[in-house]
């Protein structure tokens, strides 16, 4: 158990709607990264949060958007969502903004229908 | 921007040793990670390198070059369990922590 919890486990929706997928750090992690794996596919990194605020941001569609809460959990909201968006969403944390070891959640796989 | 390439697959029997290899590309350099996945399942850190030469843990080792942009982990003693997808990922300027598309490993009885 990496101490990271990502919710809900998994989720099926229609085209058009939007979800809203929740990410717990470790206790005491700053860092928080999105990252979307589709099938047989790398992790193709979304954003990533530090205390708050957004650090970094990869290939993140303008429909996605994410924030970091004051009790450091983060939330990715995906609207108008696109059969193509069906994919495993990861959360990872670390301790701070600048460490190569981040620990993972076990994902929430996302199926558009 | 950031880009590393791994091979998508390499195949071993129980007991050997197998090599994956990761050349990058990025501005800026704070070191190179390795990760293993199995099926569907949460990406697991394995080891980093930030300074050259060889890490050891256990079974598994790393090597990194940064002149040459180069790294590789090596799995000795291959196990069944061993079966996964193996990742290696750069941290450089831009700050964020970009993964390659990944090396599937098989391990054959």
């Known amino acids: 158990d990496s101490g990271v919890t990502q919710t809900p486990k998994h989720l099926i929706t229609a085209t058009g709607q939007r979800v809203t997928l929740r990410c717990s750090p470790r206790?005491?992690?700053?860092?928080v990264y999105w990252y979307q794996q589709s099938l047989d596919q790398g992790l193709q990194f979304l954003i990533q949060?530090?205390?708050?605020?957004?650090?970094a941001k990869g290939n993140i569609l303008e429909r996605f958007s994410a924030q970091q809460f004051p009790d450091l959990h983060s939330e990715l909201n995906l609207s108008s969502l696109e059969l193509g968006d069906s994919a495993l969403y990861f959360c990872a944390s670390s301790s701070h903004g600048e460490d190569t070891e981040a620990f993972f959640g076990q994902g929430t796989r996302l199926t558009v229908v | 921007g950031q880009s590393l390439e791994q091979p998508s697959e390499v195949t071993a029997v129980e007991g050997a040793i197998v090599q994956i290899n990761c050349t990058y590309q990025?501005?800026?350099?704070?070191?190179l990670s390795w990760y293993q996945q199995h099926d569907g399942g949460a990406p697991t850190f394995l080891s980093y390198?930030?300074?050259?030469g060889l890490e050891e843990t256990g079974r598994f080792s790393s090597f990194l070059s940064r002149s040459d942009s180069y790294g590789y982990l090596l799995l000795q003693e291959l196990q069944m369990k061993d079966s996964a997808s193996y990742f290696c990922a750069v941290r450089g300027s831009a700050r964020q922590l970009t993964f390659g598309s990944g090396t599937q490993l098989t391990v054959l009885p």
């Open positions: 949060y530090y205390n708050g605020e957004e650090r």
């Open positions: 390198n930030a300074l050259d």
């Open positions: 206790s005491g992690d700053l860092s």
């Open positions: 990025t501005s800026g350099f704070y070191g």
